[in-house]
């Protein structure tokens, strides 16, 4: 399944859905930011928007998605391979790309603007994941390492659905050399992503679930490239660094499903 969809200007997974999850990954719509770059759904902080407009963005989304903005986690997001366990009880890890919880209300989140979005449930469990998969974190495997901690925590992989967001699409991630020596330093088998001094991110991701044990009709994968679409998202690399960011939430509730 592959659909992802619209709904008041934040894109969500069909398949996420079919399990009544509480989910988004935003766009640049629906928000308050007014610098060209940002505008308009900047949600990081110390991008050129002042914290307020940042913090009526954050509400707004967490509206627009349907979880509490009081209880969103985030990490600092590294580039690293490292998943943690959030109870809630703090809002942030350092040193960290991928948040795991089974707290009902506790929303999990990660920032992006080119690198992929990962977001994560097993229903029956309880279990939701948020992961920032990088070039670095997804050939270091942190989509296989957040699969691995939310087994630890109880989920069967079996059960696992996973959404794959926006990322910058083969058409405009043009690497060079170094990068092609990282990768196989890493994890030669990913070498078969790189065509043309051109990488598939979203490719790279998706096999490396199917290694982890992740049925494949268990794995939803959006076709859009931020960087091609300027309407609809921020590129780290269109915009050259000067940029809002993105964010994709999930989050288990306790009530019946929106
Ligand atoms: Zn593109």
């Avoid at 600092?76 to 089974?102: C, E, N, R």
């Avoid at 998706?206 to 091609?228: F, M």
Wanted: charged share 20%; proline share 3%.
């Amino acid at each position: 399944m592959s659909e992802f969809y619209i709904k008041n200007n934040v894109l969500r997974s069909a398949l996420l859905d079919t399990a009544g999850i509480v989910h988004g990954f935003s766009t640049r719509l629906g928000g308050t930011s007014a610098l060209e770059y940002t505008k308009s759904m900047n949600l990081a902080f110390g991008r050129g928007d002042k914290d307020e407009v940042v913090i009526e963005n954050r509400r707004l989304f967490a509206a627009a998605v349907g979880y509490d903005p009081a209880r969103l986690v985030t990490a600092d997001q590294i580039h690293s391979d490292i998943a943690v366990y959030a109870d809630g009880s703090v809002s942030s890890f350092p040193g960290a790309d991928a948040l795991v919880t089974d707290v009902p209300g506790v929303a999990v989140g990660v920032k992006t603007a080119d690198c992929q979005p990962i977001l994560f449930s097993d229903p029956e469990a309880g279990i939701v994941a948020a992961c920032h998969a990088g070039w670095r974190g997804t050939v270091a495997a942190i989509a296989e390492k957040t699969v691995c901690e939310m087994v630890r925590r109880g989920a069967d992989r079996k059960r696992i659905l996973a959404a794959l967001g926006p990322c910058i699409g083969k058409c405009c991630f043009e690497v060079k050399d170094d990068f092609i020596d990282a990768v196989r330093a890493a994890d030669p088998s990913l070498l078969r992503f790189i065509d043309s001094y051109h990488a598939d991110l979203s490719g790279m991701n998706e096999y490396i679930l199917a290694r982890a044990g992740i049925a494949p009709e268990h794995v939803a994968v959006c076709l859009d490239c931020t960087c091609c679409d300027g309407g609809l998202y921020y590129s780290h690399r269109r915009q050259r660094g000067v940029r809002g960011t993105m964010m994709s939430v999930i989050c288990i509730t306790t009530g019946s499903p929106v």
